[in-house]
């Protein structure tokens, strides 16, 4: 008959099980780009700079900027791969008659941007541009790409996926099109966010002074870090393959004590 485990061995059973979830949990990414924000960090409402929330600006109701060109909201994330952006508007979101959104990022290992992006102007060097239309994203090196004018960034930029449902809008783009590696994290990106309504009133900026300051990787609302590419980048099946790892020592550990104090 089988002996009973002792309450030592089980207790390092259950650890152990539970540290194979932790392992498998740090490398979920669960940000969809389908215009459904639910899944964000904190959403709906948390507080700016906490850990676990993916808030990165409060703009609320400018009353003279169209309702449906006013940012509410603004949400930044990003897992080992790619970048996240969400945003709300104050009424249903609009991007008919040339109306577009462009996010400027000033980051600091790159030293190649420009200035004088149009929106943009508090940024001193722009070296990415993730433009928004109707049709589409696209993300542009401002080194190589006349980041001014929207038919160069659409044509030649990297594509990037977006959805946009009633109020809400989410965009995802990889990190190598934003030229970042692991060496950026831990960092903060300089960044201005711009909805411009091809007319008048008046157009919207976040912020409406100076610049938006976002953090990647360490200290992120993510569970993967930008550490992570530096091995990540040259396999892609990496965390599965820990996962496995992580599995057999569990399950090599399971054997040994069931054996030990089953015998």
């Known amino acids: 008959m089988f ?8 207790s390092l059973i259950v650890a152990l099980v539970l540290a194979l979830g932790s392992a498998v949990t740090a490398f979920a990414t669960v940000i969809t780009v389908d215009g459904n924000p639910s899944e964000w960090p904190g959403y709906p409402s948390c507080t700016i700079g906490n850990s676990g929330c993916a808030l990165a600006a409060n703009d609320g109701d400018e009353v003279a900027v169209p309702d449906d060109n006013d940012i509410n909201t603004f949400w930044v994330t990003n897992s080992s791969s790619d970048m996240y952006f969400y945003f709300d508007t104050i009424a249903t979101t609009s991007f008919a008659s040339g109306e577009f959104v462009r996010i400027c990022l000033d980051i600091p290992s790159q030293s190649s941007g420009v200035s004088g992006i149009g929106g943009c102007t508090t940024l001193t060097e722009v070296d990415r541009l993730i433009l928004i239309l109707s049709s589409g994203v696209r993300v ?6 006349n980041c001014n004018d929207n038919f ?15 109020v809400n809008t989410e965009v ?21 966010i711009f909805f411009d309504n091809n007319g008048s009133p008046a157009d919207d900026n976040i912020p409406n002074s100076g610049t938006l300051g976002i953090p990647v ?12 590419m ?6 892609p099946y990496l965390p599965l393959a820990l ?15 069931r054996k030990r104090y089953m015998a």
Do not use: E, Q
Not at 140 to 145: H, I, M, N, P, R
Not at 230 to 235: E, F, I, Q
Not at 244 to 257: K, P
């Open 172 to 192: 995802g783009v990889t990190l190598s099109s934003l030229g970042l590696t692991h060496t950026d994290d831990g960092s903060t990106l300089s960044s201005v």
């Open 140 to 145: 542009a090196d401002c080194s190589a790409v």
């Open 3 to 10: 002996k009973k485990l002792s309450f030592r061995a089980t």
């Open 243 to 257: 996962a496995g790892a992580a599995f057999v020592l569990v399950a090599g550990a399971g054997l040994a004590l």
């Open 230 to 235: 530096s091995a990540a980048s040259g396999t």
């Open 217 to 228: 990787g360490t200290g992120s609302p993510t569970a993967i870090t930008l550490n992570s």
């Open 152 to 166: 160069a960034v659409f044509g030649s930029g990297t594509p990037g996926s977006v959805a946009t449902n009633g």
